[in-house]
């Protein structure tokens, strides 16, 4: 982004501002609420940037249409939290606040709210619910809460987010021409009687779902489960073509349930070098070994055929089961079945959730199809193919292909406790190291969990104002945990 020469700072700041004065760092405003209610209106233009500081900037309704960006952002070293809703907003980038319940992006009736990016935003409640086209959605990390695309969201893309701990669809979709990549979907959590899926779309055009990990459960005993070890929820469910022109490539998906990725009605989609394998013993039973499927369109009257499913690709993908019957025309080669009993053999470490090749597993390795124009990158981003050809499954084994990670990431430093009445405990410490790489950080407060973070170093604690002793602990993807920091007792700034 290229700022003009007019683009200018201004911060915000709930603890020592005033919307009276001229939102300087001296002289901040007061709340974000304040600034976008305030007469007369304040005016911004692409390039300014408003920075928050800690406290409750009260409840947004965010308007406001930009030739360019303008950056809502926290200031380093502080935690600001918002509610938030979009509405006739164009062109803003949101990133690094906390941000409680669900974000809508336009709605239903105005869907004006189009080209906003939010960014490494921490939803500890809510998630998105975007009514709006060429939104982008990045590094957020949403808990309790889901990502859905409704009704005309076109263009957008949602990459490198967390959604954890779901309670319905994690994400879905109704829009075209849609990138859905490298999120991380774990951990459903089933209240009622419908059927969460990790990602559901409807009929659609143009849309691509890579590099993605979908995962049931990580812990069999995690509360809401069907029984320990069963979510019974569903993996990517294209159940109402048709479909067009979908790509699914390079995806992990654990889970508990025959659908793991099924597309009924589908017309030029490709599937490729996806991995999908159970996630828990329960998928032993016959008739839930995880299933990669392309069927025909459902039938419109029960008992009628179905209408073929034609020029799809099935290639170089790993799963448990495939399906692939007379109403699909196409291509379907290269796919191998690998049971559990192949795991050990296959993956480095499929217990904990590392499907990455073992050296030597020759079943997969070098057993893909070069036809088709297979994806040039894995799901790590490694180079394909490596080796003679390509490998079946979301990755390649080559020089970079990591071996099983017991390393557990360095111990966080430089933890602070900043209390603020009314809105909590501002949480900030120095990012810990690992061999590959560090997926997030839980918080405790004297010595009791209260709560995890994959957005930032930072993290707000709602739940307290007053003193208490923190710590925080990193951890990685195989969930190797540092050792705690040094407490750090909660004060006043
Ligand atoms: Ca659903
Ligand atoms: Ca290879
Ligand atoms: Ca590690």
């Given amino acids: 982004m290229i700022r003009s020469s007019t683009a200018a700072d201004y911060y915000v700041d709930p603890v020592a501002g005033n919307i009276a004065n001229a939102g300087t760092a001296l002289k901040p405003w007061s709340t974000l609420a304040a600034v976008f209610s305030a007469t007369p209106p304040k005016a911004f233009q692409a390039g300014d940037h408003l920075y928050l500081r800690r406290g409750d900037h009260g409840t947004v309704v965010l308007s406001g249409i930009n030739t360019?960006?303008?950056?809502?952002?926290?200031?380093?070293?502080?935690?600001?939290?918002?509610?938030?809703?979009?509405?006739?907003?164009?062109?803003?980038?949101?990133?690094?606040?906390?941000?409680?319940?669900?974000?809508?992006?336009?709605?239903?009736?105005?869907?004006?709210?189009?080209?906003?990016?939010?960014?490494?935003?921490?939803?500890?409640?809510?998630?998105?619910?975007?009514?709006?086209?060429?939104?982008?959605?990045?590094?957020?990390?949403?808990?309790?809460?889901?990502?859905?695309?409704?009704?005309?969201?076109?263009?957008?893309?949602?990459?490198?987010?967390?959604?954890?701990?779901?309670?319905?669809?994690?994400?879905?979709?109704?829009?075209?021409?849609?990138?859905?990549?490298?999120?991380?979907?774990?951990?459903?959590?089933?209240?009622?009687?419908?059927?969460?899926?990790?990602?559901?779309?409807?009929?659609?055009?143009?849309?691509?779902?890579?590099?993605?990990?979908?995962r049931a459960f990580s812990d069999p005993k995690q509360p809401d489960l069907v029984k320990p070890g069963l979510s019974d929820v569903q993996g990517i469910g294209l159940f109402d073509g048709w479909y067009e022109d979908w790509i699914i490539e390079n995806n992990v998906l654990f889970v508990d349930h025959a659908i793991g990725i099924w597309l009924e009605g589908a017309k030029r989609c490709i599937v490729r070098n996806n991995t999908v394998v159970r996630c828990g013993e329960n998928a032993a039973i016959p008739d839930r070994l995880p299933n990669i499927r392309i069927t025909g369109k459902k039938p419109g009257k029960p008992g009628g055929t179905r209408p073929m499913s034609v020029d799809c690709i099935l290639q170089n993908n790993v799963a448990e089961r495939f399906e692939w019957d007379d109403s699909v025309t196409g291509q379907n080669l290269n796919n191998i079945v690998v049971d559990q009993k192949a795991f050990g053999s296959t993956f480095l470490d499929w217990a904990k959730r590392d499907l990455h090749l073992k050296p030597g597993a020759s079943n997969v390795i070098d057993r893909g199809s070069s036809a088709n124009t297979p994806p040039k990158l894995d799901a790590d981003g490694n180079a394909r193919p490596a080796g003679t050809a390509w490998d079946c499954g979301a990755f390649e084994r080559g020089p970079n292909s990591p071996s099983a990670d017991t390393a557990p990431p360095s111990k966080p430093s430089g933890l602070r406790a900043i209390a603020i009445a009314n809105y909590g405990v501002d949480l900030h410490w120095s990012a810990s190291t690992d061999n590959r790489k560090v997926t997030g950080y839980d918080l405790f407060r004297n010595g009791v969990k209260i709560g995890r973070t994959r957005a930032g170093t930072n993290y707000l604690d709602i739940n307290a104002d007053t003193t208490g002793t923190y710590t925080v602990q990193a951890f990685d993807h195989s969930d190797n945990r540092s050792a705690l920091s040094e407490g750090a007792r909660s004060k006043t700034p």
Wanted: one cysteine or more; charged letters at 15%; a neutral charge.
């Fill in 68 to 214: 360019g960006d303008v950056f809502i952002e926290a200031e380093a070293g502080h935690t600001p939290a918002v509610k938030l809703s979009l509405l006739n907003a164009q062109h803003w980038l949101i990133k690094g606040l906390t941000i409680l319940g669900a974000v809508e992006i336009g709605n239903p009736k105005n869907e004006n709210s189009h080209d906003n990016t939010f960014e490494n935003c921490y939803l500890p409640n809510g998630g998105f619910r975007v009514c709006s086209s060429r939104i982008t959605l990045r590094g957020n990390h949403i808990r309790n809460g889901g990502i859905h695309f409704q009704y005309h969201s076109n263009n957008g893309l949602v990459t490198g987010n967390t959604i954890e701990d779901f309670f319905s669809d994690a994400m879905n979709m109704k829009g075209n021409f849609n990138v859905f990549e490298y999120n991380l979907v774990m951990n459903s959590h089933k209240v009622n009687k419908n059927h969460n899926d990790m990602f559901q779309g409807w009929a659609s055009k143009g849309n691509v779902l890579r590099g993605n990990e979908f």
